[in-house]
């Protein structure tokens, strides 16, 4: 068996409510709160970025399985908001982590489909035999111009994910779903993404989670009443619901993962966020059904088994319990901690 050997998770303390965001821009926080699902978002602090989250959510899955460092023999870290334009944040990664320097390392950029990407070459690296472990992060901070739609949602946390041999949750089955759908984009040198609007729904977010996820059901027989849980990229949390019902799940399938209604859309930590709040509660045998999306556009999608090891891998810090943890913020001092003002 191959699949999820550990896990850690990190959210920023901080907090800013829609009612916050609306009050700048005059808008109904009320009306804005029952079309998103959302009520509040996590702030990175001023000397948070994509490399410090992963470190810490990395630095949590180490200690939980208590593997050696040096083990890890590769490490992705898939993000839409790596700290250098050119300079990988994998290597501040490893080097903070002291896996020494021979491992393989690469960033990843796939919008919010990132780092599930790199579970899937983790997955095929232990497969063929070319490392014992490899470990795939999902981090972000993520951008959004003042005033847009996306400065309700846009969030930051990051998800660590170690792949190996004997796990907590074996990966039985995955499939992606690609295409050139151009939903959402930030050309070099813009410091915030332009999106299509509504076009980010019908042909570019559900197309893809639908594709996905009907392929695999489709390629290695599955239904829907095998999985006794499913989580789904979190944009907002009327996507997700919406696709777990074309689906045939029902909303107490989801609600487990459905992090996005109190911290936000986290991008390439999103559906992974959603996963670990998932595997904090699951049981040996019970099935998830993991699907990603990343604008561009795609999907990864997934069947995750359970198995007994579940049951002596320390679930402490719980992710619902962090995303509790909070303190609030006004607006002025998000604009200071998104560095938006000095």
């Not at 990395?58 to 200690?63: G, K, L, M, V």
């Not at 946390?157 to 499939?175: L, M, N, Q, R």
């Not at 570019?204 to 996905?212: E, G, L």
């Not at 993991?290 to 007994?308: E, H, M, P």
Request: glycine content about 8%.
């Amino acid at each position: 068996m191959i699949g999820i050997v550990s896990y850690g998770t990190y959210i920023p303390k901080f907090r800013i409510r829609v009612e916050e965001i609306a009050r700048m821009w005059n808008e109904d926080s009320n009306a804005i709160k029952q079309g998103l699902g959302v009520s509040e978002k996590s702030v990175p602090d001023i000397d948070e970025d994509t490399a410090t989250m992963s470190v810490e959510a990395s630095r949590e899955a180490i200690s939980r399985a208590k593997i050696d460092p040096k083990k890890i023999e590769a490490i992705f870290v898939g993000s839409e908001s790596h700290p250098y334009a050119v300079k990988p944040t994998a290597t501040i990664v490893g080097e903070a982590l002291g896996v020494g320097n021979y491992y393989f390392c690469a960033d990843l950029e796939f919008a919010c489909k990132a780092a599930t990407a790199g579970i899937q070459i983790c997955f095929a690296m232990v497969k063929a035999g070319m490392i014992n472990y490899g470990l795939s992060i999902g981090s972000d901070t993520a951008q959004a111009k003042p005033g847009d739609a996306l400065e309700y949602t846009a969030a930051a946390g990051a998800v660590a994910v170690i792949v190996g041999k004997d796990p907590i949750a074996e990966i039985e089955a995955t499939v992606s779903y690609t295409s050139d759908t151009p939903d959402f984009w930030r050309r070099d040198l813009q410091p915030y993404p332009s999106h299509g609007g509504r076009f980010t729904g019908t042909p570019a977010y559900f197309r893809h989670v639908i594709s996905a996820a009907k392929k695999l059901m489709e390629s290695y027989g599955y239904t829907a009443k095998d999985f006794d849980f499913a989580v789904f990229h979190q944009p907002n949390a009327k996507f997700p619901q919406r696709v777990a019902s074309m689906l045939g799940f029902s909303e107490e399938k989801i609600a487990d993962g459905m992090l996005v209604r109190a911290i936000g859309n986290t991008y390439s930590a999103s559906s992974l966020m959603g996963l670990c709040g998932i595997l904090d509660k699951a049981q040996p045998g019970q099935r998830i059904l993991l699907v990603s999306f990343g604008s561009g556009a795609g999907s990864d999608a997934f069947a995750i088994r359970v198995t007994d090891k579940i049951l002596e891998y320390p679930r402490n810090a719980k992710v619902w319990d962090k995303a509790k943890n909070c303190v609030y913020i006004d607006y002025g001092l998000y604009l200071k901690h998104r560095r938006m003002i000095k």
